[in-house]
């Protein structure tokens, strides 16, 4: 069943990620990220660290074009290991109109550069 609320496009995009809780004790060590796939409501990413479901973070996800969104992201679900690397979905917990704006555009642009290769 799709759980999706925004239709998401495949990319290859960075993230890097901060625990804003990391419990006591813990420090709060950045996750970087492989993204898979971005919509204006979460992200697909890949990671070798290991992350429990509904743990929230800072991120800095970088575009292409060196603009970045900073934004809040909740991990809601832990897909599949893919040989070293664990596959996640994140929501965006806080994410500006501006930041949703931009995530549109690249979807935007993605669609058009896919039906351009199609022709």
């Known amino acids: 069943m799709e759980q999706r609320r925004a239709e998401r496009i495949d990319t290859e995009l960075k993230v890097m990620m901060v625990p804003i809780d990391a419990g006591p004790g813990n420090v709060r060590k950045p996750i970087f990220a492989d993204v898979i796939d971005v919509s204006k409501t979460g992200i697909g990413f890949m990671t070798a660290n290991e992350i429990e479901d509904h743990t929230y973070f800072k991120a800095r996800l970088v575009f292409h074009s060196k603009e970045s969104v900073?934004?809040?992201?909740?991990?809601?679900?832990?897909?599949?290991?893919?040989?070293?690397?664990?596959?996640?979905?994140?929501?965006?917990?806080?994410?500006?109109?501006?930041?949703?704006?931009?995530?549109?555009?690249?979807?935007?642009?993605?669609?058009?550069?896919?039906?351009?290769?199609?022709?």
Not at 83 to 91: H, T, V
């Open 70 to 119: 900073d934004t809040i992201i909740e991990t809601v679900r832990h897909i599949t290991k893919e040989g070293d690397k664990n596959r996640y979905g994140g929501r965006f917990v806080a994410l500006s109109e501006s930041d949703q704006f931009k995530i549109e555009v690249l979807r935007m642009f993605a669609k058009n550069k896919g039906n351009e290769t199609e022709e």
